[in-house]
Each structure stands twice: as structure tokens, then as C-alpha cells.
């Protein structure tokens, strides 16, 4: 069996030496690349040809990738490189690493057209500038051949050695059995629908209530998947820690019996989280750890993946015992691993390391979201960029001269725009390509000092660089899915009435981004709790047409959750002051009926803290306590540490928060719920010009922008109060609106509503 690679892939292993080193950064956005290389291209004559597809052997090595052109007229194969900033201070370790892809490809165009001589070039293309340099060398046939095999030989014995891990694994996971004796109610179900979809190349939206055990679900098929060959990785990305604990002990689960299986699981960890010297730059003459990164890559590579388990801990040991940067050696690891499991942003974000592997090695991927109702304010956030006005003057100030002026003629347009804005907010048809120019001539001069490295970049300056170009990126992209907005606010500065204003790029409707990763993977597993109604989470997340449905009948009895409506109050914003007694009424009945302990959840902190006062007055022997406003990983625990102490606890939370869902109080732990709100977005100009724009485009943008969401943020709420078959509990919806028939529908139909 040949062992199969990219070209990028074997030079990064066989030709990167040296510190590692983030100061000829950042690179040009994905979109400039694309554009810089049509530009390159668009130059050449009519003959030229672009990104030629080439595959050659060495042994037991198959090496493949894309050229990027090739002008027969010259003889001459390209390879083009964007940049910003002086090319003298790229690093060698850089240049090297992109000659050596130059010559691979070289000689596999020179096996393919039968060439005995060829010219090499390295085209670099100024993407400030629109400047090509271009650097020449000359090669016979057979000089190109033994660079291509000396990388081959290098490569060969990890090649084996990967091969070998794979006939292993594929072994393993084709005789994988589930890990209990029986499935729960649903799970097979899940289970098949995964299966099918990871063979066939499909993606799945699945509905699954909690409590079927839907991660050991997802991920059981996905692999038996990959044992058959349908697969290469598997991919688990989820929108908070607790998932991610969750999908590693589902695979520990899964070789429990036989000592583990031969699978190599990477946990991601993000990079402020496992910097070892965050006061430090990324580069060799600053951080120890990045000092020789790449002579010690190799040993630290091989150690770790003598290592099943390649969760944050794992990874951090076996870096600091080789002296290499833990966040870098992880992102070097996926290229070695089966699963790894993340945060949705390693996949779906713009710059998304996961994405952007898996094309370029042009992996057979299966993508498995966890949680999914959570990704579409999540690729919102991803998509959305703003800058702020105050955060420019703050940059001007550290700015040395050459970047003063630049910045100050951001600021002329910036207030140029500001001096048409009527109201103070404001949304704009389009980006103002003056103030669009102003943001990239800033981008290209700071790119230019960031490849000095004897050049500091103050801070405030530097972060306004990394928010402009978030903003640029965006901005370049912008169509009828986000909104360009300015908002106006009026502040006091030495005694003087003075006005600052916010610039956003702002997301709506995510699909068209989303929609491009979908295409990458060969499946795609969407799935949750609350996914209703589907033609929602279709249309907002950019699923193919060709998804499938599933919504799984959970185990749970109507009998398990007796329902209530307070149909006599209204949560309204205008009747809030009069509904706060019923409600704080309404908890003391209950619990007077039934002591233990409750979850009550609110639509605001202010509301919350109004009815918290009221209780404590008018029923002061209740056992209340309260979510803060700004709660840490340490309150949470110790929030919920409470009612896993004790029988009697009627816990206060914002509906949507950090207690609304991802929290397991399973018996008595939690034995009811009070939910004073249908968890409505609040009805202001951002939102309802997110309305207009959701309506404009499906025709029901109330539902869209209002109606869905809240629901799905209550159903999740509703959904810690039985978390097992076993579980017995109460649920109190609290507003009129509870028996409109348009939210009826959208409750979950084993509920017995009254």
C-alpha cells in the first residue's frame, strides 16, 4: 500500500529548520492570497497554465499537490507566494521551505511533460504593493530528481511508520464494538444515521434529546467509518470545555476493554491558554521555547505520539521536556492525528487551521458538531469585525511618524463618514472604499515594521493593526449576509460635549461562510438537543440542500416532567414591575409543595436582581441564590457545587447563560424550573435591522431574529430539569404567550402542555 502526501506536508517535514518565528506576519488574508495569485497569473500569456494537479512515487511514496503555473514559452514552473512587508526580512528558514516545495513540484512536472531542464521560480507578490519579485534558478532533470528523492528518503521512514499506524487502526476500529451491552433509547438510531452519512459523503442535521448519549453516538460510527477506509480523521468540534471532556472520555470509553485503542485523539487548546510566556513574542530571539523550534520538533513530534492520548496535559509535558512551544506543537500534531477534538473556530473561523489542512492535504474528513444550535451566534461573532474610534486616536498616539500619518488619514475618513451619520445608529449600504483604502495602506506600512524586528510596535498600536485587519478581511467579503453600521455615542472630555463612533462589519446570516467548509468535508454531522424548526438551522448555517433530517423520539415520558403555564403574567418589558410578585409567589408555592432544588431562570440580570430582592422581602425563609454578572469558571463550579451539597437551593440565572445548558444536575439534584421569559433577543436598532435583513432574504424575519432563538434558548433551560430516564420534575413557563399556538409548535412534543 503507498503511503500518500502532500508536497506541502513533506517539505514542512523535511526541509523546516530553525526558530520559529510569527515577525514576518500576518500573512495575507485567505481571500488576498486567492486574489494575489489571479493577479500573478492574469500577467501571463495566453499559454500559461495554472495550478497544474501532479502526483509522483518514490518506493513506497506517493507525493501529490497542485503547481501553482507553468509558462511552456519559458519553461519555467512558478510557484507564487504572497506577503506584506520588506521580502529581506522574510527568515531563511521561510525561503528555504519554499524553494524546497519549488523543486518538488519541479520535478514532478519534469516526469510528467518528459522535460530534461527546467526554470524555477519563486514569484513573490506584494499584496500592498501589487510588486512581483521573482527569483530564478535553473535545474537539469536529473538535479530535481535527487533533491525529490533525498526529501522522499527523509521522509520515508515516518512514511512506514505511518502506514503502519494506520493498517493498526483501521484493524482496531473495523472489529469495534459498542461499549455496553445495550444502546439507550435512540442512540442506535443516531448511531446508524451517523454511520450512513460518514460512508456515503452526506451531512446530517440530528435532533437527539439529552440524555442518549449522543457524543458516544456521533463518534462510535464516525470511526467505524474511518476503520473501513471512508474516512481518514474525524474532526469533534464543540462550543464549550465540557464537550470536549465529554468526547474524550466517549473515546476512552470506547478501548476501555482491550487497553486502549491505537488511535491518536489531539485536544486543542487555545493559545492564551497554553502560551508558556505570554509576556513573550513568538519568535527565537525572544521565547525560549520557539528558539530552534524546528531542530526539536522532530524528537518532540515522535515522543508525543508514542501517546494515545494527546489531551492539553499530555501535549504540555511532552513539549516542555523537549523544550518546544506547546501551543505550536499541538498544530503540528493534527497532521499526525485521527481525532481531534476543539472549538467550532478551528474549523468554521476565516483563518481555521483544521480547514485550512484538510484542503490542502485534500483529507476525507468527518466533521462532527456538537451542540450545533450554538454555532450560528458563534460564526455571527467569528464573521462580525469592528473598530473603534477611540482605539484609533489611542494607536495615532503610539504611532511613530510614518504610521501617524496613515492613521491620520483613516481618521479624515472615518469623520468624514461620522459628519453624514444622522442618527446615532446608522447602517450603510456599503463600505466607503476611501476608508476601505485608508484601513489597507495602515495594514501594509505596519506589516512592513513588523518584519523589522528591530522595530517595536506599541501595544495599543498593534492591537488596533490586528482589529483593522479582522475588519479589512471582512469588509473585502461584504454582501447582503452582514450589515456595515456605524454607532454614534456622545462622552464628556475636558469639560467638553465630544463624540466618538464604532465601525462593524457585522454578520447576520453566517451560510455563505459556513457553506464553503461544508463542501470541504466529506460529512458533516449537525447535531443537538433543540434544532427545530430545521429549515432554520438549514438556511442560517449553509447546509446543502441534500441534508438529511433526523429527530429522534428521546426516553423520556410526559409523566417524568409535569408542565405548568402561568398564562395570567406577562414578562413583557413594560409589564415587568407588575409581574414580579406572581412570579416570586409563584416560586414560594411550589417550593412550599415540594422543597428541593430549583433553577429559575430570567431574561435579564436586572430582572433577576429585582426579583431576587422581592423574594428575600416577601418570602424571606427561602433558600435563594444568584448568578452574577460576569461569572468565572470558579463561581460556576461554586454555583453549582450548592446543589450538589444540598436538597434545598433555588438558584437565580439569565436565561442563555452559563447555567442554561452544558450543566448536569441529574435526581434531586434539580427538580424543577421556573422560566419567567420566552428568552426573546431585546428589540433595539441592531436587531431589528438584523430583522430586515433575515426578512429580506427568507421572508420571515421576525421568526428568524426573535421567535427562534428564544425558543431554543428556553427548550435548552427547560432541558436540565430530566436528564434521565429516572428523573421526575417540574417546569413552570411564565407568560401569556405560552399558549399561543406559533410557540406551542415549537416545544418539544413529548412536553404535556396544558
Not at 538535479?143 to 484493524?171: G, Y
Not at 482491550?258 to 525572544?286: F, I, N, Q, V, Y
Not at 521555547?289 to 492520548?309: E, H, Q
Not at 484538510?358 to 461573532?381: G, Y
Request: aromatic share 10%.
Amino acid at each position: 500500500m503507498s503511503y500518500v502526501v502532500a508536497v506541502r506536508m513533506l517539505c514542512e517535514f523535511t526541509a523546516k529548520r530553525g526558530d520559529l518565528d510569527l515577525r514576518f506576519t500576518p500573512a495575507p488574508t485567505a481571500l488576498e492570497g486567492i486574489e494575489g495569485h489571479a493577479v500573478v497569473t492574469a500577467r501571463r500569456g495566453p499559454r500559461y497554465e495554472s495550478e497544474i494537479t501532479l502526483t509522483g512515487t518514490h518506493r513506497e511514496l506517493t507525493v501529490r499537490g497542485r503547481a501553482d503555473g507553468y509558462d511552456p514559452a519559458d519553461n519555467r514552473l512558478e510557484e507564487i507566494k504572497t506577503y506584506r512587508g520588506d521580502l529581506d526580512a522574510m527568515p531563511d528558514n521561510h525561503r528555504a521551505l519554499h524553494w524546497a516545495q519549488a523543486l518538488v513540484y519541479g520535478h514532478l512536472l519534469c516526469r510528467a511533460r518528459e522535460l530534461s531542464q527546467l526554470h524555477v521560480a519563486l514569484i513573490y507578490f506584494d499584496v500592498s504593493t501589487r510588486k512581483e519579485t521573482a527569483l530564478t534558478r535553473t535545474y537539469d532533470a536529473t538535479e530535481l530528481e535527487t533533491f525529490f528523492v533525498e526529501q522522499c528518503e527523509r521522509f520515508l521512514d515516518w512514511a512506514v511508520q505511518e502506514q503502519a499506524h494506520a493498517r493498526a487502526r483501521n484493524a482496531a476500529l473495523s472489529a469495534l464494538a459498542f461499549p455496553y451491552r445495550t444502546f439507550r433509547t435512540g442512540q442506535r438510531e443516531l448511531a446508524v444515521a451517523v454511520y450512513r452519512a460518514a460512508r456515503d459523503g452526506r451531512t446530517l442535521m440530528a435532533q437527539a434529546p439529552t440524555g442518549i448519549g449522543k457524543t458516544l453516538a456521533t463518534l462510535f460510527p464516525a470511526l467505524k467509518a474511518c476503520g473501513e477506509d471512508r474516512v481518514e480523521r474525524v474532526f469533534f468540534l464543540t462550543a464549550k470545555t465540557p464537550g470536549r471532556a465529554l468526547a474524550l472520555e466517549a473515546i476512552d470509553a470506547l478501548g476501555a476493554e482491550k487497553g486502549g485503542l491505537p488511535l491518536r485523539t489531539l485536544e486543542l487548546t487555545a493559545r492564551d491558554k497554553a502560551c508558556e510566556h505570554p509576556d513573550k513574542a513568538c519568535h527565537g530571539e525572544s521565547c525560549p521555547l520557539a528558539r530552534g523550534f524546528y531542530d526539536r520538533l522532530g524528537a518532540a513530534r515522535r515522543a508525543a505520539l508514542a501517546t494515545r492520548r494527546l489531551d492539553r496535559a499530555a501535549v504540555r509535558e511532552t513539549a516542555l521536556a523537549h523544550e518546544v512551544c506547546p501551543y505550536y506543537l499541538a498544530q503540528e500534531l493534527v497532521r499526525w492525528s485521527d481525532v481531534v477534538i476543539g472549538d467550532y473556530n478551528y474549523y468554521y473561523d476565516s483563518s481555521a487551521l483544521l480547514h485550512a489542512l484538510a484542503r490542502m492535504n485534500q483529507w476525507r474528513i468527518a466533521v462532527l458538531v456538537d451542540e450545533a444550535h450554538n454555532l450560528l451566534e458563534r460564526a455571527r461573532k467569528m464573521y462580525t469585525a469592528s473598530l473603534d474610534q477611540s482605539a484609533l486616536r489611542k494607536a495615532i498616539k503610539a504611532a511613530p511618524a510614518g504610521l501617524k500619518r496613515s492613521l491620520q488619514r483613516l481618521q479624515r475618513e472615518w469623520n468624514a463618514l461620522a459628519r453624514m451619520q444622522e442618527v446615532a445608529y446608522q447602517v450603510y449600504d456599503e463600505i466607503p472604499k476611501t476608508l476601505l483604502n485608508a484601513a489597507q495602506k495602515f495594514i501594509g506600512l505596519v506589516s512592513e515594521q513588523l518584519g523589522e524586528a528591530s522595530v517595536p510596535i506599541e501595544e495599543p498600536l498593534l492591537q488596533f493593526f490586528f482589529d483593522t485587519t479582522h475588519f479589512v478581511a471582512l469588509a473585502e467579503q461584504f454582501d447582503d449576509h452582514s450589515l456595515f453600521d456605524a454607532t454614534s455615542v456622545e462622552y464628556i472630555a475636558r469639560g467638553r460635549a465630544r463624540r466618538t463612533s464604532t465601525l462593524c462589519v457585522r454578520n447576520v446570516i453566517p451560510a455563505p461562510f459556513l457553506a464553503a467548509r461544508h463542501a470541504t468535508a466529506h460529512a458533516t454531522v449537525i447535531f443537538s438537543g433543540t434544532l427545530n424548526p430545521q429549515h432554520f438551522y438549514r438556511d442560517m448555517l449553509g447546509l446543502p440542500d441534500t441534508t438529511a433530517w433526523l429527530d429522534i423520539e428521546g426516553p423520556f415520558r410526559s409523566e417524568q416532567l409535569a408542565v405548568h403555564v402561568a398564562g395570567h403574567v406577562s414578562t413583557r418589558w413594560r409589564d415587568r414591575e407588575r409581574s414580579l410578585e406572581p412570579i416570586a409567589d409563584l416560586i414560594a408555592e411550589q417550593y412550599a409543595a415540594r422543597p428541593g432544588n430549583y433553577l429559575g431562570f430570567l431574561s435579564s440580570f436586572d430582572y433577576l436582581d429585582r426579583l431576587c430582592a422581592l423574594i428575600r422581602t416577601r418570602h424571606p425563609h427561602l433558600p435563594i441564590c444568584r448568578q452574577a454578572p460576569g461569572i468565572d469558571e470558579a463561581a460556576r463550579d461554586a454555583f453549582l457545587a450548592r446543589f450538589r451539597a444540598t436538597d434545598s437551593c433555588i438558584g437565580l440565572a439569565v436565561l442563555g447563560g452559563a447555567f442554561s445548558e452544558g450543566i448536569d444536575l441529574v435526581g434531586e439534584r434539580l427538580i424543577g424550573a421556573f422560566i419567567a421569559t420566552l428568552g426573546l433577543p431585546q428589540v433595539n436598532e441592531v436587531n431589528e435591522q438584523m430583522r430586515l435583513a433575515m426578512e429580506a432574504r427568507f421572508g420571515r424575519g421576525y421568526d428568524y431574529a426573535y421567535l427562534y432563538p428564544g425558543l431554543q434558548k428556553v427548550v435548552q433551560a427547560a432541558g436540565r430539569v430530566v436528564r434521565s430516564e429516572n428523573d421526575v420534575g417540574v417546569l413552570h413557563l411564565i407568560d401569556d404567550r405560552y399558549r399561543r399556538p406559533e410557540v406551542r409548535r415549537l416545544l418539544p412534543r413529548w412536553w404535556k402542555l396544558p
